[in-house]
C-alpha cells in the first residue's frame, strides 16, 4: 500500500502540470535567491510544458501511439471468459443516488454488448477498492456488477467479481488465481480503453493468459482534425496528454520491474 502511494505521489512531478508547478515553485525561491534569470527561465519552461501538452497535435501524437496498437474488431472471437478491468463506473457515494459511469464508461457498455452478442459465457470483472485514491464503500468490481445487472438484465451467475486488485498487474495476477482456483482455462477477452490495452494485453500474456483484445473507449479520431482552434489549449486537452504519458510511464516501470 505504501508504495502505491509514493509511486502515485512522485508520478505528479512527471506529469505536464505537476511539472509546471514543480518549476514555478522553484523559479519563486530562485527569485527570493535573487537568480531573476534563474526563475524567470524555470518559469518560460513551465509555460512551455503546459501549453504544448494542452494543444491538440501532441495530445493527439501521444494518444494515437497508444491507440494505434490495437484496432476495434467487427467481430470478436468466441472465448469461455469476457475479463473486464474497472475504471468506467462512478460508485453510489452521496449525492448519487445509483451507480454511474465516467468517461470510461465505454468499458461497461462493451462488455455487455459482447456478452449479449454470446462471445462469452461469462464476465469476469476485476478491481478492488482504490481507497488511497479516494474512500469509497465498497470495490470497483461490485459497481461495474451493478451496472451490468440493473441496466443489462446479465444474470449474476455468470459474473465473477475479483475485489482485491489495485492496478494492471494485480488486476492479471488475481484473476489468474481465481480462473485458476476454479478450473477455468485463462482464454479470454480482455475489455479496456483503447490508451491502457498495450500494457493491460502485455501483463495478462505474461501471467499465461492467451488474450483476444477488445479496445473501446478511443480518444482520437481518425482522420485527425487539422484546425486552428486546435492549437489553443485546453484543459481536456491536457487530461488526455496526461493519460498517455501515465500509460507510457506505466509500460516503462513494468519492463522495469518485469511484468511485461
Request: net charge positive; with cysteine; aromatic share 10%.
Amino acid at each position: 500500500m505504501y508504495f502505491s502511494y509514493l509511486s502515485n505521489f512522485l508520478a505528479l512531478l512527471f506529469y505536464p502540470l505537476g511539472f509546471a508547478v514543480a518549476c514555478i515553485a522553484a523559479g519563486a525561491v530562485a527569485v527570493m535567491m535573487r537568480r531573476r534569470k534563474t526563475g524567470l527561465s524555470l518559469c518560460i519552461a513551465a509555460g512551455t510544458v503546459l501549453y504544448c501538452f494542452s494543444t491538440d497535435p501532441v495530445s493527439y501524437l501521444l494518444v494515437r501511439s497508444l491507440e494505434s496498437r490495437y484496432s476495434p474488431i467487427p467481430r470478436v472471437a468466441p472465448a469461455p471468459s469476457i475479463v473486464l478491468l474497472t475504471g468506467g463506473e462512478v460508485q453510489r457515494m452521496p449525492p448519487r443516488l445509483y451507480d454511474e459511469i465516467n468517461a470510461a464508461g465505454d468499458r461497461i457498455l462493451y462488455t455487455a454488448r459482447l456478452f449479449k452478442q454470446g462471445t462469452a459465457p461469462r464476465i469476469v470483472i476485476t478491481g478492488g477498492n482504490l481507497d488511497f485514491i479516494r474512500t469509497t464503500k465498497g470495490s470497483q468490481a461490485e459497481a461495474s456488477s451493478r451496472l451490468l445487472r440493473e441496466l443489462f438484465g446479465i444474470d449474476s451467475t455468470r459474473i465473477l467479481l475479483e475485489t482485491k486488485s489495485r492496478n494492471t498487474y494485480e488486476n492479471g495476477l488475481y484473476t489468474k488465481k481465481l480462473l485458476d482456483s476454479m478450473h477455468l482455462p485463462l482464454n479470454i477477452i480482455l475489455v479496456t480503453s483503447a490508451m491502457h490495452m498495450p500494457r493491460a494485453a502485455a501483463v495478462f500474456t505474461r501471467l499465461g493468459f492467451t488474450v483476444e483484445p477488445a479496445p473501446t473507449n478511443y480518444l482520437a479520431d481518425v482522420p485527425h482534425q487539422r484546425k486552428f482552434i486546435a492549437h489553443l489549449p485546453s484543459a481536456s486537452t491536457l487530461v488526455n496528454s496526461t493519460t498517455a504519458l501515465h500509460e507510457w510511464y506505466g509500460i516503462a516501470a513494468y519492463r522495469i520491474l518485469g511484468r511485461v
